[in-house]
DNA sequence: GTTGAAAATGTAAGCGCTTACATATCACAA
DNA sequence: TTGTGATATGTAAGCGCTTACATTTTCAAC
């Protein structure tokens, strides 16, 4: 009864066609436009494609139809909890809609990212996600040429036109600097990822400083270190910051994984936290309420985030001139890492 | 000076082509194989492709090269550090042998698993790489039928043909579970996630009760209770399981996550770790050494196993019929959470 | 200068699908 | 039965690249 495939292995579009005594037009349009075909030819035809194993070749769908299903995403990388949650959430949604992720890391190097971006629009991604403003705007310029939608998560700033998904770093750091000062603290100290090429770390710097100059504090005054992204960097930074100035009360992370190296440092130093220096993060990842003490910090929605971002790119890919700029509310996490400023 | 492309915006082959003044076989010597290009040829044509911004059409390329440089992997959930960690290894590969990482999740559903790897091939994986051996066979025919290389990662058993790297789960927990009981403990519980359609689970639990059967403990005395991955899963696993056997005095939890969740409940219980009950995990992700206390577990090379996965794969796309299967060491990291059966 | 072999390059078929336009079929009204 | 409009299906061009085989060029030896 099974009719064996003439000249190869895999079966073609051509032999379920043959098989089902139809056009090729016909079989590509029961799987691509069923609607268009009456229920008899059309069950025919599936019963072929079953018959046979047939699946379509990617390579011949994507030259003739011009376009693969596929949407890239270049992240930093996926051992970070923040990206690995929001990329997760981002995948499902795509699945959800029939497409495929195509997933580089950067290391949070823009040269990486860069080349990283270029291989993934060579592979044929319809559509990119890329993480925060900052990158070179010949990059930008390819994309436009290349005509693949790009959208912009983790950042959010009314100055910039194109489409992004995100929350405003500025603003959320903002937010939570004013209540460490709310309890007191003046001599504070800000541990951060490197912040070249990085507007997201950048912009929570700033905010750190823009809440300080709205309280009448000297933003000049807040003591810097910047560290790689992990648990032992925090811990040296957080040396580095009481060797600088032992007299810091407070001391704001740009992201829980430093804040929990700085709260280990903290114990090893013998400093309590907070009845000594208060500790908070950004991110609100699930170690943070592990922490001990649990980790004040601002609590952003990765996973909406990622979700909706997936939605936006699709509408993208739809539709030609999406301009949508999506702002997410953070807020703050209050927990036990954050105190009053010790008394002089 | 700058040319005009001829009818449409994205450059062709034809187009550097006709530019460099050569056939399009030559252009794309020059970019697949250089080496059978002179030198003056090679740099007209290079020149020609930067001047007009060329760059391949991923799908003709794949249609007639039948293939694409693409490598698909379906993981659980990329939530969870582990794949987070193993994946971002493999991905950094792939990357540096020009492979990009196609990503899909199942959410530890083995029916999820089986359409998204058939929606991976479907997108033109060149291979695939999928997690622990237990699915249904018909998606191992299908695998073969269309001479996907597949290799299996995170499980190593000695009695399995395909290709595979991984660790021996069995061999693995049972070492911790003889490190258990020489601190004395006899009455044991397991938590552990569901075992059904996941041979890294079941293994694990078998290897507990291997140990008990070997040391002359009855091994149908284990209580096991299943739980999803979470942290707030394992919290509701321990308490059942103090409610079902209070008597217990060592739980050995399948994964880091849920030993977190262990950990937590045994303190809001009142219960003292390891003092009154000792807890160990699986894994080594960062947050076993954050815990309080530090969680005593099974260290897994996951990095190592997803960085050598990749380059596994790539030998397998280059030749065919290579079976390899890789065991990877684990090793058990003592900390605070495992400590002597309290006295009677 | 001639010859032969190796290297370099060109020609053209083909990969497998989609889809615009052409043609055939169907259903219904007069 | 005929005519018309709507629906269903077929024809064939084309998407852009790779590569087997054909042809041309280069180079060394005589």
């Known amino acids: 009864m099974t009719q064996p495939i003439e000249g190869n292995n895999v079966p073609t579009l051509a032999d379920v066609a043959k098989r089902a005594n139809v056009s090729t037009a016909t079989v590509s349009r029961c799987l691509n436009s069923p609607d268009r075909v009456v229920g008899e030819t059309r069950e025919r035809v599936l019963r072929a494609v079953q018959e046979l194993g047939y699946a379509p070749n990617f390579g011949a769908r994507a030259l003739a139809a011009k376009q693969t299903n596929t949407v890239g995403a270049v992240i930093p990388t996926m051992e970070n909890a923040v990206f690995a949650r929001g990329l997760q959430a981002f995948q499902e949604e795509l699945g959800r809609h029939g497409k495929t992720l195509l997933v580089a890391s950067s290391a949070y190097s823009q040269k990486l990212e860069d080349e990283q971006v270029r291989a993934l629009v060579a592979r044929g991604a319809d559509g990119l996600l890329l993480i925060g403003y900052d990158r070179n705007p010949d990059l930008y310029a390819f994309l436009k040429k290349r005509k693949v939608p790009t959208l912009v998560a983790w950042s959010f700033s009314a100055g910039q036109d194109r489409p992004a998904i995100g929350f405003d770093n ?11 000062m709310g309890q007191g603290h003046r001599n504070i100290a800000c541990i951060t990822a490197p912040t070249e090429f990085n507007d997201r770390a950048r ?4 905010g750190i400083q823009a809440a300080m100059a709205e309280a009448g504090q000297d933003p000049d005054a807040l003591l810097i270190v910047e560290k790689p992204y992990g648990i032992e960097s ?6 580095e910051v009481m060797a600088a100035a032992p007299n810091t009360t407070a001391v704001m992370c740009a992201n829980d994984v430093l804040a929990i190296g700085a709260l280990r440092a ?23 309420m592990l922490a001990e003490p649990a980790l004040t910090t601002v609590h952003v929605p990765h996973r909406e985030m990622g979700r909706r971002a997936a939605g936006i790119l699709i509408q993208m890919l739809r539709e030609e001139d999406t301009r949508q700029c999506v702002e997410l509310p953070t807020d703050i996490r ?3 890492s954050l105190g009053p400023v010790k008394a002089a």
């Open 170 to 180: 500025r603003a959320a750091m903002a937010e939570l600097a004013r209540l460490v």
């Open 203 to 206: 912009e929570r710097v700033f």
């Open 234 to 239: 925090g811990e040296t930074a957080f040396r």
């Open 266 to 288: 903290a114990r090893e130093m013998g400093i309590t936290v907070p009845k000594d220096v208060s500790i908070t993060g950004f991110d609100d990842i699930e170690i943070a």
């Open 334 to 336: 209050l927990r036990q």
